[in-house]
């Protein structure tokens, strides 16, 4: 069984992120956890998930400045109350794919790595093919982890996720995002937006690519793409698809073309 998918939950799928509530968007979250049960159940492969913060974990480290890095003991309680916000999410996401039926467990990452000027140096990727190999599927999150120059730094669920896939030698990241896939500019405000069902990195310089209206410390879509093509010019192929619209994360599991392909 060689076959590993790393599936990122895009926070504006799995909370209220447009509301800027943090609140669990359940009847996303139990279908796509239901979606995931259905396809481990036909298809025989390895699994990881990372989900996103939403306002569980952007308003907090806004709030506190947390995503400048750690600078006196007056973030001490932003920190504090923004991990144990995330861990709350996390608990929440792995509840629902537990009543799924899907045998998840959580991986706290700032239990398990280490930045410097915001970029992993080290991550104990051993502990997740550990439960892996146990038939586990390891549910791990956007953090604030320990930075060797910041004291603290926000690691992304967009930055985890290929980190992971190209850690693991992952045959594919497939991300769930709040849109259909990618598009030359963003259709929510250009209603001449093109969809584009694959893209390479040839293609990158002609997007109008934009951050995300919402609070967001990471990039929004900008940031995920950026992280996302590091891994597919490696050879990891990238899916992204709509986790809003029922059976498009089932069907992207399941390798069926919908959403937007990244390819080397």
């Known amino acids: 069984m060689n076959d ?10 799995a909370t209220r992120k447009r509301e800027g509530r943090a609140e669990i968007e359940s009847s996303n979250l139990d279908r ?16 990881v998930v990372v989900h996103g913060a939403g306002p569980f974990g952007h308003n907090l480290v806004k709030k506190y400045g947390l995503d400048k890095g750690f600078s006196d003991s007056t973030q ?10 995330m861990e709350e999410l996390n608990y929440r996401v792995v509840e629902s794919l537990v009543n799924a039926g899907v045998n998840a467990i959580a991986f706290q990452p700032s239990a398990s790595g280490l930045l410097d000027d915001g970029r992993i140096v080290d991550f104990q990727v051993r502990l997740i093919e550990g439960f892996m190999s146990l038939g586990v599927v390891p549910i791990g999150y956007g953090d604030l982890l320990l930075d060797e120059k910041k ?32 598009y030359s500019s963003d259709p929510k ?10 893209l390479s990195s040839r293609d990158l310089g002609g997007l109008r690519l934009t951050g ?10 900008k940031g995920k793409i950026e992280a ?37």
């Open 76 to 85: 001490l309680a932003g920190l504090v109350e923004t991990r144990r916000s």
């Open 189 to 198: 405000i250009d209603g001449q937006a093109k969809f584009l069902p694959e």
């Open 228 to 264: 996302l093509m590091d891994a597919a010019s490696q050879g990891v192929e990238v899916q992204i698809v709509s986790g809003l619209e029922p059976g498009l994360v089932g069907k992207a599991l399941m390798g069926e073309h919908v959403g937007t392909f990244i390819r080397k």
């Open 32 to 47: 796509i956890s239901s979606e995931i049960r259905g396809a481990l159940k036909k298809k025989d492969y390895r699994m």
């Open 151 to 182: 004291g603290v730094s926000v690691l992304s669920g967009d930055y985890l996720a290929p980190y992971l896939a190209l850690k693991l030698k992952a045959r594919r990241v497939v991300l769930a995002a709040d849109v259909k896939g990618i």
């Open 4 to 13: 590993l998918v790393v599936l990122k939950i895009g926070g504006s799928v």
């Open 212 to 221: 995300s209206r919402s609070t967001d410390v990471t990039g929004g879509m």
